[in-house]
């Protein structure tokens, strides 16, 4: 989908297995779908589209308007390949043309910067569609940085609909990061770094895909962090738990919960004089210095 696409990490790959008691909950949550509303929902016609049917991807010139935040270049990039579709013939869906076919794909390429168009060339970045016949974006959140310099760096869930060998269409969801920079006085897209989800990992595996587990192990148990932990504070899909760390601090942890209902941890923050500033700890250097 024109990412750098992850593999999945999990938690207890990292480690052995972890003892320590944690929550449980009825797993049927990490089996369900989305329901949540799409929100690359900006209207994209035949009109927009005409233009560009026969040209290729470096004769495309873009209206400068569609540009002119992250925000928007972002939420313009994804409503324009909402329904692009790259199906074969071993990926099969649908019947018949299925939405705007092939023509959004040079268009979105033009909201790319040129480095990223050099490191994902136009045939690598179709490529990276192959198979997805529709793309919805379901979560879209700025997320924190301690670079002041960035122009913004964004979280996003996309559900995409999948052809299949069998010509059963599929959902598929995945999670992960863009950023954007400043070119020639409009905002592109210079990273997109995506993680598939998987629906039958968290509900059999333990502790290491819900925030409070994670906290409770990982700064509590491995880090020896935590002298008392808050009331967890839900506000839609994030997810923010605070404690009183032994060291005498006060720490904030940011989970964003994916449509699988794993907690993804966002960002870390310390108390400084009243006021919550980022930061970084890393258990696993804990888990060293215990061994």
């Known amino acids: 989908m024109g990412a750098e696409f992850q593999k999945q990490q999990h938690r207890d790959a990292m480690i052995k297995e972890d003892n320590t008691a944690y929550n449980t909950y009825d797993i049927e949550r990490f089996f369900r779908p989305s329901c949540r509303s799409v929100l690359n929902n900006r209207l994209f016609d035949y009109h927009f589209f005409n233009p560009y049917i026969d040209k290729k991807y470096n004769e495309i010139i873009l209206p400068t308007s569609l540009m002119i935040s992250p925000e928007d270049t972002i939420l313009n990039y994804f409503s324009i390949l909402r329904e692009a579709e ?12 299925v939405g705007e076919a092939r023509i959004p ?24 569609f192959k198979g997805i016949a529709h793309t919805n974006l379901i979560k879209f959140k700025q997320i924190p940085t301690k670079n002041p310099s960035e122009h913004g760096r964004y979280f996003v869930e996309l559900e995409t609909i999948n052809g299949s060998p069998t010509g059963v269409s599929r959902f598929e969801y995945y999670y992960g990061y863009i950023s954007t920079t400043k070119e020639n006085n409009v905002y592109k897209i210079d990273t997109i770094s995506l993680t598939g989800e998987d629906f039958l990992c968290a509900a059999y595996h333990g502790w290491a895909h819900t925030g409070e587990d994670i906290v409770d192990v990982e700064y509590g ?14 506000d839609g899909y994030v997810k923010t738990i605070e404690i009183i760390g032994t060291d005498g601090n006060d720490y904030r942890f940011v989970f964003f919960q994916l449509t699988n209902d794993t907690d993804i941890l966002i960002s870390q923050y310390i108390k400084k004089n009243g006021a919550w500033e980022l930061t970084e700890i890393d258990p696993r250097k804990c888990v060293k210095n215990i061994e």
């Open 86 to 97: 790259n199906l074969t013939d071993n990926l099969v869906a649908g019947c018949g043309t």
């Open 105 to 128: 794909f040079p268009i979105a390429f033009n909201f790319l910067t040129t480095d990223y168009q050099q490191k994902h060339p136009y045939p690598k970045y179709l490529s990276s």
């Open 221 to 234: 148990h491995w880090c020896n962090l935590i002298k008392k932990k808050m009331p967890t504070k839900k």
